[in-house]
Nanobody, 114 residues
Framework: QVQLVQSGGGLVQPGGSLRLSCAATGGTFSGYAMGWFRQAPGKEREFVTGISANSGRTYYADSVKGRFTISRDNAKNTVYLQMNSLKVEDTAVYYC???????WGQGTQVTVSS
Protein backbone atom coordinates (compact mmCIF):
# COMPACT_ATOMS: atom_id res chain seq x y z
CA GLN A 1 0.00 0.00 0.00
CA VAL A 2 1.36 3.38 -1.03
CA GLN A 3 0.36 6.58 0.74
CA LEU A 4 0.96 9.96 -0.84
CA VAL A 5 0.98 13.10 1.32
CA GLN A 6 0.96 16.45 -0.43
CA SER A 7 2.15 19.82 0.81
CA GLY A 8 2.46 23.30 -0.61
CA GLY A 9 -0.13 25.18 -2.57
CA GLY A 10 -2.14 28.20 -1.49
CA LEU A 11 -3.02 31.60 -2.90
CA VAL A 12 -0.73 33.42 -5.33
CA GLN A 13 -1.07 36.37 -7.68
CA PRO A 14 -0.96 35.91 -11.45
CA GLY A 15 2.63 35.60 -12.59
CA GLY A 16 3.72 34.16 -9.27
CA SER A 17 5.22 30.81 -8.37
CA LEU A 18 4.40 27.89 -6.10
CA ARG A 19 5.94 24.52 -5.43
CA LEU A 20 4.00 21.41 -4.54
CA SER A 21 5.52 18.37 -2.87
CA CYS A 22 4.25 14.82 -2.67
CA ALA A 23 5.92 12.43 -0.24
CA ALA A 24 5.38 8.70 -0.60
CA THR A 25 5.45 6.00 2.05
CA GLY A 26 5.13 2.29 1.43
CA GLY A 27 5.89 0.55 -1.82
CA THR A 28 9.04 1.16 -3.85
CA PHE A 29 8.92 4.81 -4.85
CA SER A 30 11.97 4.62 -7.10
CA GLY A 31 10.16 2.08 -9.26
CA TYR A 32 7.08 4.17 -9.93
CA ALA A 33 6.39 6.71 -12.62
CA MET A 34 4.69 9.66 -10.95
CA GLY A 35 2.36 12.37 -12.14
CA TRP A 36 0.37 15.44 -11.23
CA PHE A 37 -3.25 16.01 -12.15
CA ARG A 38 -5.61 18.89 -11.45
CA GLN A 39 -9.32 19.49 -11.22
CA ALA A 40 -10.88 22.91 -11.58
CA PRO A 41 -14.42 23.62 -10.34
CA GLY A 42 -16.99 22.16 -12.71
CA LYS A 43 -14.36 20.44 -14.83
CA GLU A 44 -12.99 16.94 -15.13
CA ARG A 45 -9.68 15.99 -13.60
CA GLU A 46 -6.89 16.43 -16.14
CA PHE A 47 -3.31 15.31 -16.57
CA VAL A 48 -0.73 18.02 -15.93
CA THR A 49 2.66 16.35 -15.98
CA GLY A 50 4.45 13.04 -15.45
CA ILE A 51 7.94 11.76 -14.79
CA SER A 52 9.46 8.34 -15.31
CA ALA A 53 10.83 6.28 -12.42
CA ASN A 54 14.44 7.27 -13.05
CA SER A 55 13.63 10.89 -14.06
CA GLY A 56 14.78 10.14 -17.59
CA ARG A 57 11.55 11.29 -19.19
CA THR A 58 9.05 14.00 -18.40
CA TYR A 59 5.72 14.79 -20.00
CA TYR A 60 3.64 17.97 -19.90
CA ALA A 61 0.22 19.09 -20.93
CA ASP A 62 0.42 21.80 -23.55
CA SER A 63 -1.26 24.23 -21.18
CA VAL A 64 1.64 24.14 -18.70
CA LYS A 65 4.61 23.42 -20.95
CA GLY A 66 7.40 25.91 -20.34
CA ARG A 67 5.90 27.08 -17.03
CA PHE A 68 5.71 23.97 -14.85
CA THR A 69 8.52 21.58 -13.99
CA ILE A 70 8.18 18.14 -12.46
CA SER A 71 11.07 16.58 -10.61
CA ARG A 72 11.68 13.84 -8.09
CA ASP A 73 14.12 12.89 -5.38
CA ASN A 74 14.10 9.12 -5.01
CA ALA A 75 16.27 9.34 -1.89
CA LYS A 76 13.50 11.35 -0.23
CA ASN A 77 10.61 9.44 -1.86
CA THR A 78 9.24 12.77 -3.02
CA VAL A 79 8.01 14.24 -6.27
CA TYR A 80 7.77 17.98 -6.82
CA LEU A 81 5.83 20.33 -9.05
CA GLN A 82 7.38 23.75 -9.56
CA MET A 83 4.82 26.13 -11.03
CA ASN A 84 5.99 29.44 -12.47
CA SER A 85 4.20 32.21 -14.35
CA LEU A 86 0.94 31.08 -12.85
CA LYS A 87 -2.30 32.08 -14.52
CA VAL A 88 -5.83 32.43 -13.20
CA GLU A 89 -6.79 29.37 -15.24
CA ASP A 90 -4.28 27.28 -13.26
CA THR A 91 -6.61 27.53 -10.27
CA ALA A 92 -7.56 23.98 -9.28
CA VAL A 93 -7.08 21.23 -6.78
CA TYR A 94 -3.84 19.48 -7.63
CA TYR A 95 -3.29 15.78 -7.04
CA CYS A 96 -0.18 13.67 -7.23
CA UNK A 97 -0.53 10.09 -8.41
CA UNK A 98 1.42 6.94 -8.97
CA UNK A 99 0.95 6.52 -12.70
CA UNK A 100 -0.64 3.28 -13.92
CA UNK A 101 -1.81 2.49 -10.37
CA UNK A 102 -4.70 4.00 -8.41
CA UNK A 103 -2.73 5.70 -5.64
CA TRP A 104 -3.61 9.38 -5.23
CA GLY A 105 -2.54 12.16 -2.93
CA GLN A 106 -5.14 13.98 -0.86
CA GLY A 107 -5.24 17.03 -3.11
CA THR A 108 -3.95 20.57 -2.61
CA GLN A 109 -5.76 23.77 -3.49
CA VAL A 110 -3.93 26.21 -5.74
CA THR A 111 -5.65 29.55 -6.26
CA VAL A 112 -4.29 32.16 -8.65
CA SER A 113 -5.99 35.47 -8.14
CA SER A 114 -5.22 39.15 -7.85
Amino acid sequence: QVQLVQSGGGLVQPGGSLRLSCAATGGTFSGYAMGWFRQAPGKEREFVTGISANSGRTYYADSVKGRFTISRDNAKNTVYLQMNSLKVEDTAVYYCKVLLVAYWGQGTQVTVSS
